[in-house]
């Protein structure tokens, strides 16, 4: 059973922590992918990586960074929280060199800033 | 600029009856769409793709429908079962270049019993 496993299903951080995500798919896949859903705004694309220690940026990276030292081992840091990067937070991996592949997510971070 | 649009927030259907979920796209290199289905507090799953070399995909009661001339497309579920109430989200991609997912704002449908 394919699998995509982040670290924290809810994490509640204060306004400047230094924020670490934490995602690990065991499928051997090239490509991974980190996303935040809001009501109305549906799933944006922060960074992506299609390889080891190859970092993309995607429509909203600011205020966020990413690190990929392994394969199966995809991390999202949020430099210093700020109450409006409260959001749910997907990562997602797939396989291959092209575009038509599914991409399998995990269950999720609920990240809250206060 | 929205590349992936699903204008419809919400639908409401009775069960039993076709749910019709629509997506509209504009960018003409993507040639590769998803649906993929959410519940509250978990990951979006996938649910069924279509590539531009078809108009038609069909796995058991989800059947999506590609129409490239109009940029459109739609995910028929029938029959509405009240397990379907969920978000729907719609996702397109390029298949040369390896670009990443685009996803619709999404459309929360209810199945009421």
């Known amino acids: 059973d394919v699998k995509v496993t982040q670290s924290s299903r809810y994490l509640v951080k204060r306004t400047g922590e230094k924020v670490f995500l934490e995602c690990v798919q065991d499928?051997?896949?090239?490509?991974m992918f980190w996303y935040r859903q809001d009501p109305g705004l549906g799933l944006r694309l922060i960074y992506f990586?299609?390889?080891?220690?190859?970092?993309e940026k995607g429509d909203i990276p600011e205020g966020y960074s990413v690190s990929r030292e392994k394969k199966e081992r995809f991390s999202l840091i949020l430099e210093s929280a700020s109450t409006n990067q409260t959001s749910m937070y997907l990562c997602?991996?797939?396989?291959?060199?092209?575009?038509?592949?599914?991409?399998?997510f995990g269950q999720g971070t609920r990240l809250t800033v206060v | 600029d929205q590349q992936v649009k699903q204008n419809s927030p919400s639908l409401s259907v009775q069960e039993g009856r076709i749910s019709i979920l629509n997506c509209d796209y504009t960018?003409?290199?993507?040639?590769?769409f998803l649906w993929y289905k959410k519940y509250p507090a978990e990951g979006p799953t996938f649910l069924i793709s279509?590539?531009?070399?078809?108009d038609k995909n069909e796995d058991g009661r989800f059947t999506v429908f590609l129409n490239k001339s109009a940029k459109h497309l739609s995910l028929h579920i029938v029959p509405s079962q009240p397990g379907d109430s969920a978000v729907y989200f719609c996702?397109?991609?390029?298949?040369?270049?390896?670009?990443?997912?685009?996803f619709g704002k999404g459309t929360r449908l209810s199945v009421i019993a």
């Open positions: 960018n003409s290199m993507f040639d590769y």
């Open positions: 279509i590539s531009s070399i078809k």
């Open positions: 997602a991996s797939s396989e291959g060199a092209s575009g038509d592949a599914e991409a399998f």
């Open positions: 990586s299609y390889d080891v220690k190859m970092k």
């Open positions: 499928m051997d896949h090239e490509n």
């Open positions: 996702a397109a991609s390029a298949s040369t270049g390896n670009t990443p997912l685009v």
